[in-house]
């Protein structure tokens, strides 16, 4: 019985072992560019206090303005609404660009900052 439950312990350390290694197998070709590459933007210096700025005075997480808070990095990205790679999709782009129904309500963020965002979320929208 103690050979068995060895070779079953050899047999899963060794599954493991071969799943974790072969991860990049699982991932798209944009999601490994993404990786690979060194971005113009990071979340931290660049798109943090654009957010901060311009959109958690109503999304945040106390508040929720629409079901969304943009306090942290996990609320923005893992949200429906940026596609990471990208920056013609997903609802913030159409809601920071909308003309008529601007986002923040107070009238379009300078261009410059929409740029940013547009570049980072090209960029894979990654933490950094």
């Not at 560019?33 to 931290?44: H, Q, S």
Request: with cysteine; proline share 5%.
């Amino acid at each position: 019985m103690k050979f068995i439950n060895k070779i079953k312990k050899i047999l899963f350390i060794g599954t493991c072992i071969i799943i974790f290694s072969c991860t990049d197998l699982f991932l798209t070709e944009k999601e490994i560019e993404c990786i690979e590459e060194n971005p113009e933007f990071t979340y931290i210096e660049d798109i943090k206090p654009i957010l901060e700025n311009n959109c958690t005075v109503c999304h945040n997480i106390d508040n929720r303005s629409g079901g969304l808070s943009l306090s942290s990095y996990n609320d923005f990205n893992l949200s429906t609404y940026i596609v990471p790679g990208d920056n013609s999709q997903g609802a913030i782009i159409k809601r920071i660009t909308n003309q008529k129904n601007p986002m923040p309500p107070t009238g379009l963020m300078v261009q410059e900052n929409i740029d940013i965002i547009k570049t980072w979320i090209l960029e894979c929208a990654i933490e950094n």
